[in-house]
């Protein structure tokens, strides 16, 4: 909207979106030569849209031409140049006063009345424009006038000569023309034409053939209205709109032959026409859209009128025809041409200057606001998110904290507990007793099982000394620092039961008088009691006979801890040397936290074993039962080297259920030690469960080594549980009397010292490991276990120890199986159609791993190799099938061996730690479970 006499009027459409020109055509009387000539008017306008030619057509012509011209606006002959303003150019000149660059130009032949249409439009909106400045005088306005004219493709400043700027001869002194015309002309609009008269006349006197070459020419009125912006940004007086208004007289297109001209008036002519041509060949491409070139270069008119050809401008054309019929076709063109300008669309925009100042103010204010949506934006959404982060991280900080806490309870009741029982074999000891020199360089450590009660694994000493202390033949290991005798019963049977994994690892090689110096290092040494003590319960007739219960939080364990280690040392018989370098143990020190397991551990660094420490770990964890885990995860994400797997490993070694830590911890409570109450959830925790029955004290024999014992109630089958809650598991109908029976106590194996020479010993490695090999395929024990313990074990006499226990289990195994009986591992349960499933699918897992593995030629070698004909089909599943399958042939186990390893990437078995399979009795500070190479190792190991 502008505000024209006091009225607020319509504009031309919005700001900033495409409108097209506007077109309208004005028609002018016959002039008196065309009536004079008897020429006759054949068009007429029929409405305020529509202009049409009557007359003077034959019917073959009006077929071919058009004869109703349609545009924004049609103005008759009749009509004055004020309604031709109004309703043809206002509304686009008055645009100037809101920031809207405009022009208004009129085209047509010559003498069609152009200057005489330009004329009252430009009077009629200068004074509309100094009408608004003298309504709006709070914006400030001023007006800059410059008029130029193109002449023969030339052009000049109108309001200079020769260059220099015009100044009026009636003042010389008050300045140019161009000073004066924006001065004075503020006034009014009359004192502006007042000027212009003035500076005509000027010109006529200077330059006399101006007024005849006026019309030869196209001129362009163009003023510059600047105006403070307050309208558009409130009380910011340094920004300014600056639009300008262009009024355009065009020079009249003739016809050369109707003008007969010739010399310069037929040059004047030429450039005419070239640059109205130039003109209507814009137009006409603007006209069909701004795609392609627009050669507004092609005149200096058009360069001049670019942006109100299809720019920034709001553009009028008002085209003014003749309606003399001599003149039909320059009028025809005129419309056609008008009728392309109607097609014509512009983008006006309000043009704003906008100061340094202000510029820099609205960059601040936009940052600002930028930066505040920025937070907002970044507050909601963010601090709901973070809120449930630091929430997480917090309940993940207290529950660490509670670990910790726990941990170091643990750890510190422990070492009291060691402490105590330190003391009290000390204290017990006879001053004259010597330490006990356990082993010597020939001398191996032996395996040593008490009958029924419990088993330890001791050290056996052959030297006279040893024998001499121990009393008897069965010394048991010496751990430094133990002290503590507390006389366990019937502890004087050198027999292991079966039922129980023996977790043993051991360097086995300890000078005679390590202990003595304490600077070899000592290994050291786990046992676990599985408090097989059915006797001694059975016997018990009186709950103060019976150990009082250690509680154990019940909350559910993690797969990979459930290990709980008893250290029990025998020392009836055992002297020590030294005051406090010997052990004598018959305590069981239990090791359980609540949801995590501990490996037993002594320190195997320079033998003060005042330093012996248990030390936590997770990862002494396997399956015979199942295929490694590895495997599992291999048919999840085939490909995956089974060393990456190894954090979600969750398979079983030795792992020990809190059941069996329970009854260990009997032991404890008898000496009136370790009793602990860590949890309320606990399933033994309860007073009433202090008095534990044989059937309890039965379940934990078999879960020492992570197994649990169930005899299901419809049958007389035994469940032998891995879970770490076979406890509450354990239906108290079981006859304990009857596993017992099933698994009698076997003869200690001899150790292979006792071979008495390596030959000797050697082939007693190949019978058990004969044994284990056949036990393994027996028990259908995974082919990457069988595996990784064929290529760990190879003969050397430290090995011993390992295969004596994976026999040990294996034997037991086998009678579970052999008996009809399950074993709940991790609460599977486990059977002996459930191992042969597992090993299918480990079976088919190798199969898709052999052509993973292995390049075309490999396979090819290895199908010819294994007698499988290349062309057979499921060549891979064959060759899967046949590894470890031929129990006896140890070539063929060893092959197999080699192939497995190979498939699952085990190809440095000498940079495997044997312990894995046992207890980890890890030397100096570095534990080696806490190496992540070997973690991974030995986790795809198991
Ligand atoms: N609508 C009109 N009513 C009355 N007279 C008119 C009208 N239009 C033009 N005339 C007269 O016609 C004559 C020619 O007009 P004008 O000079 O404006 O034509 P032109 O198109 O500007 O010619 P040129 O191209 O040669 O400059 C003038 O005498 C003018 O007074």
């Known amino acids: 909207m502008v505000i024209v006499d006091g009225r607020e009027e319509k504009m031309q459409g919005p700001v900033g979106c495409e409108e097209r020109i506007f077109v309208s055509v004005r028609l002018r009387p016959l002039n008196d030569k065309e009536i004079d000539r008897h020429d006759v008017s054949d068009w007429e306008c029929i409405s305020d849209n529509t202009i049409i030619y009557r007359d003077g057509l034959s019917v073959s012509e009006k077929s071919m031409y058009p004869t109703a011209f349609t545009f924004d606006r049609v103005f008759s002959s009749d009509c004055p140049n004020r309604q031709v303003y109004e ?47 003298q309504r709006h005088k709070e914006r400030e306005f001023i007006l800059k006038f410059s008029a130029m004219e193109i002449y023969n493709e030339s ?65 362009i009125l163009r003023v510059t209205v600047e105006s403070s912006a307050r309208e558009f940004l409130g009380n910011d007086k340094s920004s300014t709109l600056v639009s300008s208004v262009n009024f355009v007289d065009l020079a009249g297109s003739e ?35 701004r795609n392609g070139h627009i050669p507004y270069r092609d005149s200096k008119l058009t360069r001049i009128l670019q942006s109100s050809l299809g720019g920034n401008a709001r553009t009028a054309i008002i085209c003014t025809m003749s309606p003399a019929r001599t003149h039909v076709e320059q009028s025809r063109k005129t419309l056609l041409f008008a009728s392309c300008a109607k097609k014509v669309t512009t983008s006006a925009q309000v043009n704003l200057v906008v100061s340094d100042k202000t510029l820099v103010r609205q960059l601040q204010r936009e940052l600002a606001r930028l930066e505040n949506e920025l937070r907002i934006a970044r507050t909601k959404p963010t601090s709901s998110i973070s809120d449930a982060l630091l929430l997480e991280k917090d309940l993940e900080i207290e529950k660490l904290k509670k670990e910790v806490a726990i941990l170091t309870q643990q750890r510190d009741l422990a070492w009291s507990v060691v402490e105590g029982m330190r003391q009290e074999a000390y204290n017990e000891s006879p001053r004259d007793e010597k330490p006990v020199n356990v082993c010597s360089d020939s001398q191996y450590p032996k395996l040593r099982v008490r009958d029924r009660d419990s088993f330890s694994i001791g050290f056996r000493s052959h030297t006279p000394s040893a ?269 304990y009397e009857n596993q017992h029976d099933d698994y009698p106590v076997q003869a200690m194996t001899p150790t292979p010292e006792t071979y008495g020479s390596s030959s000797a010993w050697s082939s007693e490695f190949q019978r058990l490991q004969r044994e ?33 226990v994976e026999h040990r289990r294996l034997s037991f195994l086998k009678n579970v199986f052999t008996s009809g009986n399950q074993m709940v591992e991790n609460g599977r349960v486990v059977t002996r159609a459930s191992s042969e499933k597992a ?74 730690f044997k312990e894995m399979f046992g207890l980890n009795f890890t030397p100096g500070q570095q534990t080696p479970m806490r190496n992540n190479t070997l973690k991974r190792s030995v986790m795809s190991l198991l």
């Open 87 to 133: 309703e043809g150019a206002k509304e686009t000149a008055l645009s100037v006063v809101r920031g809207i660059n405009s022009t208004v130009f009129a085209y047509g032949q010559t003498s069609s009345g152009k200057t005489y249409t330009m004329t009252g439009v430009t009077e009629y909106a200068m004074a509309d424009i100094y009408d608004y400045i």
């Open 155 to 219: 052009v000049s400043d109108l309001l200079s000569v020769d260059g220099a700027p015009l100044r009026l001869l009636d003042d010389p002194e008050r300045g140019t023309l161009v000073d004066r015309l924006t001065e004075e002309t503020l006034r009014d609009w009359n004192h502006f034409k007042e000027l212009l008269s003035l500076c005509e006349a000027q010109r006529r006197i200077g330059e006399t053939s101006l007024n005849e070459t006026s019309s030869r020419s196209h001129q």
């Open 255 to 289: 016809r050369a032959s109707q003008t007969s001209a010739a010399g310069t008036r037929l040059k004047e002519g030429c450039h005419i026409n070239r640059s109205l041509l130039t003109l209507g060949t814009v137009i006409h491409k603007l006209s069909k859209g």
């Open 467 to 735: 024998r001499q202390s121990f009393g008897s033949e069965e010394s048991f290991l010496q751990l430094p620092d133990f002290k503590l005798t507390a006389p366990h019963p019937s502890a004087s049977s050198p027999q292991l039961s079966p039922k129980i994994p023996v977790f043993v690892g051991s360097t086995l090689h300890q000078e005679e008088n390590d202990y003595e110096n304490s600077e070899v290092p000592c290994k050291e040494v786990c046992c676990i009691d599985s408090n097989l003590s059915r006797n001694r319960y059975l016997d018990s007739s009186s709950s103060e006979s019976r150990p009082k219960i250690h509680q154990y939080n019940s909350s559910p364990p993690r797969e990979n801890s459930a290990i709980s280690g008893v250290i029990e040392v025998e020392n009836e018989d055992v002297s020590k040397q030294e005051s406090s370098k010997s052990l004598h143990l018959n305590k069981n020190i239990v090791f359980e936290p609540p949801e995590k397991t501990y490996l037993c551990q002594l320190k195997d660094e320079p033998c003060s074993c005042r330093r012996s420490r248990f030390t936590r770990s997770r990862s002494c964890k396997a399956s015979l039962m199942t295929y490694s885990p590895w495997i599992e995860k291999l048919e999840e994400n085939d490909g995956t080297s089974p060393i990456q797997n190894a954090e979600d490993f969750t398979g079983r070694t030795y792992n020990f259920d809190r059941k069996s830590s329970a009854s260990k911890l009997d032991h404890q409570s008898e000496a009136g030690e370790l009793i602990r109450n860590e949890s309320p959830t606990s399933t033994s925790a309860t007073p009433n469960n202090t008095q534990r029955s044989p059937l309890e004290s039965q379940s934990s024999f078999a879960s020492a080594g992570g197994w649990s014992v169930q005899i299901p109630e419809n049958k007389n089958s035994t469940v032998y549980r891995t879970s770490t809650r076979g406890s509450e598991e354990m239906s108290s109908s079981h006859k």
């Open 772 to 804: 284990i090999v056949e036990l393994w395929h027996d028990c259908n024990v995974s082919l990457v276990h069988r595996t990784y313990f064929f290529l760990l074990f190879k003969g050397d006499t430290k090995d011993y120890i390992y295969l004596e």
């Open 839 to 912: 090993l299918r699918r480990e079976r088919q897992m190798l199969c898709q791993r052999i052509s993973k593995r292995l390049s075309r030629v490999e396979r090819e070698k290895l199908f010819l190799t294994w007698g499988i004909e290349l062309n057979a089909k499921e060549r891979r599943l064959k060759l899967a099938n046949l590894l470890w399958s031929d129990c006896k042939d140890m070539e063929h186990v060893a092959e197999s061996a080699a192939l497995v390893a190979k498939l699952v990437g085990f190809e440095n078995p000498e940079k495997t």
